[in-house]
């Protein structure tokens, strides 16, 4: 750690150490030869105001403070009159070979980057007593730890102090080298040629070397109110770590405390457990920081391929919410984050400049004085004049309205169609209109902010449609995670979707990105054909899509004919050919990496009768299909109990082509997908029949076990003890198993 030069000394006993230092007990005097016995014992050089250090060239100027490892001193250079901070390896540490090792990497880690933005390593040596030194850049200043007790910063000062730590870890990581400890005590904020708040990252002392293949398995190391989910659990883990800290330090920055509070135990807990909760659920926050708090969100997502690629990602989204808030910083000279060069060349066109920083801070400045009032008045209006929207913008904005419109009115909400897969949605428009930047983007944002509304209350009016039907849930759910894409916080859709905060961002990221795998537009295209009110375009729609999709399950075609011959209400019967059992498993609308509850396409069959009476009819399909799901399952259960999952899942998921609300096959085929090593899709049918079987405490055993699997600990202990409360003889020792994995 590199203390900040004017922090204040305790009351000097006659070395620069305090007191209480480690350094001036009594049984750490003598620095020993690393066998940690006494054996070998050498005198402690003393390090005292005004000597010079044993065998270098450095003399002693004052104690600025104690890292994890070593003592902190101020010194000067005999030689070149620089100042330069000091950091000496305690005693005992030289006794413990790894923590030397330790202090040896953080030396070459430091010396290895060259960036402005991580503090300078000068020199490196031993003392004659055996303790390890280097010399480092001295920093006058303060850390980012105690700018935050005055209270949270502003947005432009935060992004302006978030981009340079982006580019300090961009160094880092591009050097192979982890911090692995990023928070605000390891953050300063020193001055440069009279700018403020330059940031320089700090200790790199529990820095990791990232193997040849960018992974790294180690012991964890850092502060654990900092902790990525992968290092809690004991997973291999990479930069995106860093990012996860960042997000917590970020969520600091902007709120005023951390995301997860509590001892460390309940910390640690959280962090693989809980969603980060949103700004507004912790303090008071400005409707400005919207657009930041998806980036935060993002950082702390609990998988690693949920959050940014890179620190140089990161740094781009936060360029991206100052255009989008149309803010200055006081560092907005930054080199813009080398992205794929289309999105850079956006951001050298909207991303304000230095100068422009400046001069909003003349006028602001030059507002405090009477006598200066006309002028800042005759300046601001000239501004405005100067850049208020020309009918030119104006007419680019209400094109950018009209086009989301036009996509919304064809249900290219979120997904694109699947034959036209770069086809802008209403929610690629909504994006382009609050990107829009300048006194133009006022505008454009409050219309982007209307039509957010607009699509949310129609997306949600269609969810509601098929929530209550038999067989619709699952569209339902489909319409409630894309109404929560345009408004994450609408408690109605968040209820029904069930989805958590990193579900829904992952969601958005691939609709932003355009990320979507054919497989999933085809298997959400169903939902296009769905939002028609028309009986007679939906059917014809239905009708289209049904060689797509009949491609990849033969359920899901059998379910688009079956929808084609339904009548509003979807309860009334139609006779249908004979001959006709679908199979195959229900497609999905949402990516299986969401974790989000499987979208079954199929609605129920209808069994070949002819019936005059609709009533008689519907009884006789009814009764027909309830009799072939239960000899599927049975079949299904037969095969499980004779070690053929396989088949058990075939057969379960032709129970669902009939009827996707029945529990016995989605438990089932949570079993059999559990026994194929199929753990997230085993979670998501574990997680619909028990929303019909919550008093199960086999199922709840099962889920359990397929969480533990996918190293959701959190998850999964919560359904052992579930499963203890209900009952199950077996659920004690799972929750013993999971409670120790959790500590590890």
């Avoid at 000394?9 to 070395?15: G, K």
């Amino acid at each position: 750690m590199t203390a900040p030069a004017h922090r204040a000394e305790p009351s000097p006993p006659q070395v620069c150490e305090p007191a209480d230092s480690p350094a001036n007990l009594p049984t750490r005097d003598y620095a020993g030869d690393g066998d940690g016995d006494g054996v070998g014992l050498v005198p402690q050089i003393a390090l005292a105001p005004g000597a010079v250090v044993d065998g270098t060239r450095y003399r002693l100027v004052a104690w600025l403070g104690d890292g994890g490892m070593g003592v902190v001193y101020e010194a000067e250079h005999l030689d070149l009159g620089r100042r330069v901070a000091l950091k000496v390896l305690r005693s005992e540490a030289c006794r413990r070979p790894d923590r030397l090792a330790m202090f040896r990497a953080e030396a070459r880690a430091l010396a290895s980057i060259r960036s402005p933005f991580i503090v300078e390593l000068y020199d490196f040596a031993e003392l004659g007593d055996g303790r390890a030194m280097f010399a480092m850049e001295l920093l006058r200043g303060r850390t980012l730890r105690s700018a935050l007790a005055h209270g949270p910063l502003e947005l432009s000062h935060a992004i302006a102090v978030l981009r340079q730590i982006c580019k300090g870890l961009t160094a880092a990581h591009a050097a192979g080298i982890l911090h692995r400890d990023v928070k605000p005590e390891n953050i300063f904020l020193t001055t440069v040629d009279g700018r403020p708040d330059c940031v320089r990252l700090l200790d790199f002392g529990v820095s990791a070397i990232m193997s040849e293949r960018g992974r790294v398995r180690g012991r964890v190391a850092g502060t654990p109110w900092y902790f990525a989910p992968e290092l809690v659990s004991g997973l291999p883990h990479d930069g995106r770590a860093d990012l996860y800290a960042l997000g917590c330090t970020a969520f600091e920055i902007l709120v005023g405390r951390r995301p997860f509070e509590g001892n460390e135990g309940e910390v640690l807990l959280a962090h693989i457990g809980r969603e980060p909760p949103r700004f507004a659920e912790v303090a008071a926050v400005p409707p400005q920081l919207a657009a930041i708090e998806a980036v935060v969100q993002r950082c702390l997502a609990k998988r690693p391929e949920d959050r940014f690629a890179s620190a140089v990602e990161l740094e781009a989204a936060l360029c991206e919410v100052q255009i989008a808030c149309g803010l200055t910083t006081a560092h907005d000279d930054l080199a813009l984050p080398e992205v794929e060069p289309r999105r850079r060349a956006r951001l050298r066109e909207a991303m304000p400049h230095a100068d422009d920083h400046a001069r909003a801070h003349r006028r602001r400045v030059r507002g405090w004085w009477r006598l200066g009032g006309a002028l800042a008045g005759m300046v601001m209006a000239g501004t405005i004049l100067h850049t208020w929207p020309s009918e030119a913008a104006r007419a680019d904005v209400e094109t950018l309205v009209e086009a989301a419109r036009h996509a919304a009115a064809q249900a290219y909400f979120v997904y694109p169609p699947p034959d036209d897969p770069d086809r802008a949605t209403a929610y690629d428009h909504v994006l382009r209109l609050e990107a829009i930047g300048g006194l133009a983007g006022v505008e454009a944002s409050h219309r982007a902010r209307e039509l957010r509304s607009e699509f949310t209350g129609t997306l949600v009016r269609l969810g509601d449609r098929y929530w209550g039907l038999e067989g619709g849930a699952a569209f339902a759910i489909d319409y409630y995670a894309c109404a929560l894409v345009f408004d994450p916080d609408h408690v109605h859709a968040r209820e029904r979707a069930s989805l958590t905060i990193g579900e829904v961002v992952a969601l958005r990221d691939k609709a932003r990105d355009h990320a979507f795998t054919r497989d999933e537009l085809a298997a959400a295209s169903p939902l296009l054909a769905l939002a028609e009110d028309d009986e007679r375009l939906r059917t014809e729609r239905l009708a289209a899509l049904a060689p797509l999709v009949a491609e990849r399950s033969a359920s899901t075609r059998a379910a688009l004919d079956r929808l084609s011959q339904r009548d509003d209400p979807p309860t009334r019967a139609r006779p249908v050919a004979p001959g006709s059992t679908p199979a195959g498993r229900p497609l999905p609308s949402q990516s299986p990496e969401l974790a989000a509850p499987a979208v079954d396409t199929a609605t129920p069959a209808l069994a070949p009768i002819v019936a005059d009476d609709p009533a008689t009819a519907t009884a006789a399909s009814t009764a027909g299909d309830a009799a072939t799901v239960r000899a599927r399952v049975r079949e299904g259960r037969v095969a499980l109990t004779s070690g053929e999952p396989a088949t058990a899942s075939r057969r379960f998921e032709a129970a669902l082509a009939l009827d996707a609300d029945d529990a016995d096959a989605h438990a089932g085929l949570a079993e059999a997908e559990f026994e194929l090593g199929h753990a997230s899709s085993a979670m998501r049918h574990a997680r619909l029949a028990a929303r019909r079987r919550p008093n199960d405490a086999a199922l709840r055993l099962l889920w359990g076990d397929a969480c533990f699997t996918a190293y959701r600990y959190a998850d999964a202990l919560t359904q052992y003890q579930r499963a203890l409360e209900l009952g199950h003889a077996a659920a004690a020792a799972r929750v013993a198993k999971v409670r120790a994995k959790l500590i590890e």
